[in-house]
């Protein structure tokens, strides 16, 4: 399952497919980016950032790619697991501003 | 190297009354921040110690908020003549303080309920 480009607030992936997670962040000051996964009841989860200065970090099944140009920021898991089901959230940050700003979640379903 | 512990992680009261939530960081993060999260939103930035200093609060704050970091390590939330809106999940995160742009690391949060 996969909604490129746009954010969606909820996205249903089947077991063993590739999910890609948008995020558009409204600050072009920002130089820092951070992806967290948040359980129910739970705290959010750092997942994977990213700094200004790239463009792709790869994590273990994950990858995070940034767009400065169109300020766009994704997440794609491989191999979705129905572990991975939760809420995501990008965050951004400004240099020397230590506050995260977060965007809207997209909560994310794996069907078995 | 244990995670960001915060207590209680509920708690329930009535309007008008005083909470106070704790928050031990990870060791070694000199950096504490706390924030406010509700239903079907992302966490919005409350406050940030650097050390035992303050150094940013939001207009989120009001006056009946007050936080403090007494010696460095752990910090507390105070609430005082709680309302209605108040209801919320308190997350409390730190990150190290070497150099800028370091993953804030949460802890799972105080859920306040107002009555």
């Known amino acids: 399952g996969e909604s490129v480009g746009l954010h969606l607030p909820t996205l249903s992936v089947q077991e063993g497919d590739n999910s890609i997670i948008n995020c558009a962040y409204s600050n072009s000051a920002s130089d820092y980016f951070i992806w967290y996964k948040q359980e129910s009841g739970k705290g959010p989860q750092f997942i994977i950032d990213i700094r200004s200065n790239m463009d792709k970090r790869q994590g273990q099944r994950v990858t995070v790619l940034l767009n400065k140009t169109v300020k766009h920021l994704s997440l794609q898991i491989a191999a979705t697991q129905p572990g991975d089901s939760a809420v995501y959230f990008c965050?951004?940050?400004?240099?020397?501003?230590?506050?995260?700003?977060f965007g809207a979640g997209t909560t994310v379903t794996v069907r078995a | 190297d244990t995670g960001v512990s915060q207590d209680p992680r509920h708690k329930i009261t009535k309007r008008g009354q005083n909470v106070t939530f704790r928050c031990d960081p990870i060791s070694e993060h000199n950096r504490l921040y706390w924030y406010r999260q509700t239903l079907g939103q992302g966490p919005e930035f409350l406050t940030y110690f650097q050390n035992e200093a303050q150094l940013e609060k939001s207009r989120l704050l009001s006056d009946r908020f007050s936080a403090e970091r007494p010696k460095g390590s752990f910090s507390t939330l105070e609430i005082q003549r709680t309302e209605q809106g108040d209801s919320a999940m308190y997350l409390c995160?730190?990150?190290?303080?070497?150099?800028?742009?370091?993953?804030?690391?949460f802890g799972d949060g105080t859920r306040l309920s107002i009555l």
């Open positions: 995160a730190s990150s190290e303080g070497a150099v800028s742009n370091q993953p804030q690391h």
């Open positions: 965050a951004e940050n400004i240099v020397d501003d230590y506050k995260l700003s």
